[in-house]
C-alpha cells in the first residue's frame, strides 16, 4: 500500500531532479476575493450578524512549482484572523499542497497553528481529494 508520506517524497525528489511534470498542465497565476454575512449563534450567546472576507493567491515559480497563500478577516461576536501559505506540487496526476496555518480568535483569546497536507489526483474519470 502507498502512503501519503512515500508519495510525497517521490514528489518531492521527482520535481528536485526535473523528473516529473513531463505532460502537467502549467501552474498559472490564480488570485480570489470572497467576501460573505449572515447570521450567528453559539450557546451562552445571543444571536447576532457575521460577514468578513477571504482572499486567496497562488504564485507560480515553475510549471511544477508554486506558492500559495491566503487571509480570512470575519467578525460578529468576536473577530477571526487567518492566515495560510505553503508550497504547491504540480505533477501529471495531480497536486499536493503543504500549509502553515495561523488563526486568531478574539472571541476566546485564542491561537491556532498548524500544518496541513493537502492532495488532489486525477483519475481518468474522477478527481480524488
Do not use: C, W
Not at 517521490?10 to 498542465?25: D, E, H, M, R, W
Not at 497565476?29 to 449563534?41: H, K, Y
Amino acid at each position: 500500500m502507498i502512503s501519503i508520506r512515500n508519495t510525497l517524497v517521490f514528489v518531492l525528489v521527482s520535481q528536485l531532479l526535473g523528473l516529473s511534470s513531463i505532460n502537467a498542465a502549467d501552474l498559472k497565476p490564480v488570485g480570489s476575493l470572497t467576501a460573505f454575512g449572515g447570521a450567528e449563534r453559539s450557546s451562552g450567546h445571543s444571536a447576532s450578524g457575521i460577514g468578513g472576507v477571504d482572499a486567496l493567491g497562488l504564485i507560480p515559480i515553475s510549471k511544477s512549482l508554486g506558492l500559495q497563500g491566503g487571509v480570512n478577516l470575519s467578525g460578529g461576536q468576536g473577530f477571526r484572523l487567518g492566515l495560510n501559505t505553503g508550497p504547491v506540487f504540480n505533477f501529471d496526476s495531480g497536486k499536493l499542497g503543504l500549509f502553515a496555518d495561523y488563526e486568531h480568535r478574539a472571541r476566546d483569546d485564542f491561537d491556532y497553528f498548524g500544518l496541513r497536507g493537502v492532495g488532489g489526483y486525477y483519475l481518468i474519470s474522477i478527481t480524488l481529494d
